[in-house]
């Protein structure tokens, strides 16, 4: 996941989902609550190693069948619908229903 994409302005509120969520542990927890506190910029060589990791294994990357950007808002869904972003999600609940 680029860095870039940290200063987009729903991704507090998607820190926020992962750790209402339990996906995180007591590290990874605090130092996402350190990151919505003070920013990404704010923590520690260290830290960041932390951060990204969980960042890594708790994102998709981009959509499985559009190759969009997942929006942050559509991050934790698609996590657990196999990596689809809302659209294509919906796009194939139709098809199934067809
Ligand atoms: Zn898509």
Known sequence: MDSIRFNEEDFNGYLEQL?????????????????IDKGYDALSPKQRKVFDYMIDTNTVESCERCACDIPWCEMLEALDNGGY???CQHMMEKLEDE
């Not at 996906?23 to 927890?29: C, E, N, V």
């Open 19 to 35: 750790i209402e969520s339990g996906r995180l542990d007591l590290m990874q927890s605090g130092i996402t609550k350190l990151v």
């Open 85 to 87: 972003c809302n659209y």
